[in-house]
C-alpha cells in the first residue's frame, strides 16, 4: 500500500493519507482477443467518423486501462480502451466523436458540448447510457 504525505498549514502537522489502490488492469486471454478486435475494428471506424466530419487527429493507440474509455492528449494523439469493442456501435460512436471534439477543445466547456451534439446528436442520452457500462 503506497502512502502520500501532505502537510496540514493550519495545524502545522505533516500527515499520511494511504492512497487508494488503483486497479490493475488484467492481461489474460481474454484481453488479449478484445486488444485484437479493437485493433482491427476501431482504428478504421475512428477514421471514417474523423473523415465525415472533418477532424484531423495524429494518432491513435489501443489501450488496456480501467480509467477511461477515452482520451485525447495535447499532441492530437486519441486513446480508447480496447473494451470499446464490448459496447454497443452507437456508444462505441459516442466515445470517439467524443475524443475527436477534444481535438478542438481539450475541456468539457458549452462549445465542446455544442460540437459534439452537432456531430452525435442526443450525444447527452448517449452519455447517460454509458453509466450502464463500468469498465472491467
Ligand atoms: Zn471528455
Given at each position: 500500500m503506497s502512502r502520500r504525505i501532505f502537510f496540514n498549514p493550519i495545524t502545522g502537522l505533516f500527515f499520511r493519507i494511504k492512497a487508494r489502490p488503483k486497479r490493475k488492469a488484467p492481461v489474460n486471454a481474454e484481453v488479449e482477443r478484445l486488444r485484437a478486435q479493437a485493433k482491427e475494428e476501431l482504428p478504421p471506424r475512428l477514421a471514417q467518423l474523423a473523415a465525415i466530419h472533418g477532424f484531423k487527429y495524429n494518432k491513435v493507440f489501443i489501450k488496456n486501462n480501467l480509467s477511461n474509455w477515452g482520451s485525447c492528449s495535447s499532441l492530437k494523439n486519441i486513446n480508447l480502451n480496447l473494451?470499446?469493442?464490448?459496447?454497443p456501435q452507437e456508444l462505441q460512436d459516442y466515445v470517439m466523436l467524443h475524443e475527436l471534439c477534444h481535438l478542438k477543445y481539450?475541456?468539457?466547456?458549452p462549445q465542446f458540448h455544442a460540437l459534439l451534439e452537432s456531430v452525435c446528436p442526443g450525444h447527452r442520452e448517449l452519455a447517460r447510457r454509458m453509466k450502464e457500462y463500468r469498465i472491467k
Amino acid at each position: 500500500m503506497s502512502r502520500r504525505i501532505f502537510f496540514n498549514p493550519i495545524t502545522g502537522l505533516f500527515f499520511r493519507i494511504k492512497a487508494r489502490p488503483k486497479r490493475k488492469a488484467p492481461v489474460n486471454a481474454e484481453v488479449e482477443r478484445l486488444r485484437a478486435q479493437a485493433k482491427e475494428e476501431l482504428p478504421p471506424r475512428l477514421a471514417q467518423l474523423a473523415a465525415i466530419h472533418g477532424f484531423k487527429y495524429n494518432k491513435v493507440f489501443i489501450k488496456n486501462n480501467l480509467s477511461n474509455w477515452g482520451s485525447c492528449s495535447s499532441l492530437k494523439n486519441i486513446n480508447l480502451n480496447l473494451r470499446l469493442v464490448t459496447l454497443p456501435q452507437e456508444l462505441q460512436d459516442y466515445v470517439m466523436l467524443h475524443e475527436l471534439c477534444h481535438l478542438k477543445y481539450l475541456n468539457h466547456g458549452p462549445q465542446f458540448h455544442a460540437l459534439l451534439e452537432s456531430v452525435c446528436p442526443g450525444h447527452r442520452e448517449l452519455a447517460r447510457r454509458m453509466k450502464e457500462y463500468r469498465i472491467k
